[in-house]
């Protein structure tokens, strides 16, 4: 069973950083593309970012404007988005997904974790 | 970017009713178009990929259909457990994008 557990979320100072850690099992973590989506409280669902099995290749939504970055640990079975410069309007649930083989849909999901930011 | 846009945003249906969730995209993506499912509090869940197919355990009452840039999803017979928000998204290029979600409430 694909499980997918987030952790790192909180509450934030506009201009600080957080790094969003989301631990994988259940499937052969290297060979799966994996993205990251957000959902603001009340709204809609937005993605990200994305990157491949071996993390070579990264894509972003044009709202990260170079303030976040995607990796992944292959050797732990972990994927992480680094949050950086954090506003007001980045306060979401963040939730990490597995990308399905054949494209770039989401068929795993995890239950997500809050960054709030606010001072 | 891609946008994608559904409509409604908002509907209620009753249970047992065909319902249809239309979804655009402003230019085309072949068929790479997925549907989820969000109840509240809860992640999506994939129901439906590249435009038509069913994601595994998906019950057969839910079809989409469509290619280019005209999306629709069905739920032929609404059950209880259906009531949620969907939402479209494409992948057929970066940056992927999601459409607004329609939410189906209970009449």
């Known amino acids: 069973e694909v499980q997918l557990l987030e952790s790192g979320g909180g509450l934030v100072q506009p201009g600080g950083s957080l790094r969003l850690s989301c631990a994988a099992s259940g499937f052969t973590f290297s060979n799966y593309a994996m993205t990251w989506v957000r959902q603001a409280p009340g709204k809609g669902l937005e993605w990200v970012s994305s990157l491949n099995g071996g993390g070579g290749s990264t894509y972003y939504a044009d709202f990260v404007k170079g303030r976040f970055t995607i990796s992944r640990d292959n050797s732990k079975n972990t994927l992480y988005l680094q949050i950086n410069i954090l506003r007001a309007e980045d306060t979401a649930v963040y939730y990490c997904?597995?990308?399905?083989?054949?494209?770039?849909?989401?068929?795993?999901w995890g239950q997500g974790t809050l960054v709030t930011v606010s001072s | 970017a891609i946008r994608m846009t559904q409509s409604p945003s908002s509907f209620s249906a009753s249970t047992g009713d065909r319902v249809t969730i239309t979804c655009r995209a402003n230019?085309?993506?072949?068929?790479?178009l997925a549907w989820y499912q969000q109840k509240p509090e809860k992640a999506p869940k994939l129901m439906i990929y590249a435009a038509s197919t069913l994601q595994n355990g998906v019950p057969s009452r839910f079809s989409g259909s469509g290619s280019g840039t005209d999306f629709t999803l069905t739920i032929d017979g609404l059950q209880s457990e259906d009531f949620a928000t969907y939402y479209c998204q494409q992948y057929y290029t970066y940056p992927l994008t999601f459409g607004g979600g329609t939410k189906v409430e209970i009449k």
């Open positions: 230019q085309g993506v072949n068929n790479y």
């Open positions: 997904a597995k990308i399905r083989h054949g494209g770039d849909c989401a068929d795993d």
